[in-house]
């Protein structure tokens, strides 16, 4: 049986990506400094381990695997990727370099690494879009796009030199059920689900900035179809996984409303709101036979009442 060891398994899209593994017949283990918050892992064995410390990362890679998939970040939403730059960065290079460092000596066959579409610099809103070569000349629009780009860079020197497939994924936003949904390391779509379920019909939600900025979305089953053809696939060069949906923010909080059954009104309020727009290149995932099924719509509808729920349940956890 094929051993894989999912690191951040503890975390939103760990915690889907251990379910599907064990699905497709994997034996798995999971490690984290937290447990799941929200399922119990369905990882055959589960470990909690600090990953900036090198010897617990040998000790979540004890055993031998043969996949290693590096899912671990200190990270967030735009308001925490402002706010923490020092802490992403000592706190993702450490895991990072000391995880692919351990998976070598430990003489793993293969290395998934999650990296972000942070690692691009900002767009205008219609230019055309960016290739994962045109990541090069770096100008990332904050701190954790260059830990990032800097973390696929020790992942590849080291599959060179250490003699193991490596495959280098830059997420897009991704959302769904059991995604962080309070808290201040929520993301855009989690962040606007949780405001209109509190809000009431007719009543006004705050959205950081102007609500012009375009992005897109993408349902975590998409990016697991996504990761597992290249994982399977040959491609050792960084390749994006993202749905092709370009929406603005005000547009994503009226599917959220719409979804929701609720009229919802925008007050545009001073925030981070990171960079203007996206737009990227989804080529190389789709010859490897990737497509987003997931439209925004459908995926909001999945994922709304799921945060609906944990909304009503601290409301009344609160009135006692
Ligand atoms: P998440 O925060 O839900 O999961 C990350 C997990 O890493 C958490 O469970 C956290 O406890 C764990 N972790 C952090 N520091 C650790 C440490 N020192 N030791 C052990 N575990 C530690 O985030 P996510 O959304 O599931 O993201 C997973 C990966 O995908 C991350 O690398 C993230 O940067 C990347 N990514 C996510 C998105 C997105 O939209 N969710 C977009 C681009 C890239």
């Not at 695997?65 to 923490?84: K, P, R, T």
């Not at 219609?126 to 860079?153: F, I, M, V």
């Not at 497509?291 to 709304?304: F, K, M, N, Q, S």
Request: proline share 3%; with cysteine; glycine share 10%.
């Amino acid at each position: 049986m094929k051993k894989a060891l999912v690191c951040g398994a503890g975390g939103f899209i760990g915690a889907h990506l251990v379910r599907r593994l064990v699905d497709e017949g994997l034996w798995v283990r999971g490690v984290d400094i937290k447990e799941p918050e929200f399922a119990a892992s369905g990882a055959q064995e589960f470990v909690l381990a600090d990953l900036r410390d090198r010897e617990q990362c040998a000790k979540a890679l004890a055993g031998g695997f043969d996949d290693v998939y590096q899912l671990a970040a200190d990270m967030g939403g735009m308001g925490f990727i402002h706010s923490a730059e020092c802490e992403i960065m000592r706190n993702n290079v450490l895991v990072n370099v000391n995880v692919v460092d351990a998976a070598a000596e430990a003489g793993i066959s293969r290395y998934f690494y999650s990296s972000s579409v942070c690692v691009y610099r900002d767009m205008a809103v219609g230019e055309a879009e960016l290739t994962e070569a045109q990541a090069y000349p770096a100008q990332p629009d904050n701190e954790y796009g260059w830990e990032k780009l800097y973390a696929e860079r020790v992942v590849s020197a080291y599959g060179r030199r250490g003699g193991f497939e490596t495959r280098i994924a830059r997420f897009q936003n991704t959302y769904g059920p059991e995604g962080t949904w309070r808290g201040g390391r929520e993301k855009a779509p989690a962040a606007i689900c949780r405001k209109v379920a509190e809000a009431a019909d007719g009543g006004e939600i705050e959205v950081w900035g102007d609500g012009s900025a375009v992005r897109s979305y993408t349902f975590v089953d998409d990016l697991l179809d996504g990761i597992r053809l290249l994982v399977e696939s040959d491609r050792s060069e960084p390749a994006n996984i993202g749905n092709p949906e370009y929406v603005t923010v005000d547009e994503l909080v009226r599917t959220v409303a719409e979804v929701a059954g609720k009229d919802v009104r925008i007050r545009h309020v001073d925030g981070p709101v990171g960079v203007q727009s996206r737009n990227f290149s989804h080529a190389a995932v789709e010859a490897l036979g990737f497509e987003a099924r997931v439209p925004l719509r459908e995926g909001i509808a999945r994922t709304y009442p799921w945060v609906a729920q944990r909304v009503a349940a601290a409301a009344a956890a609160r009135t006692g």
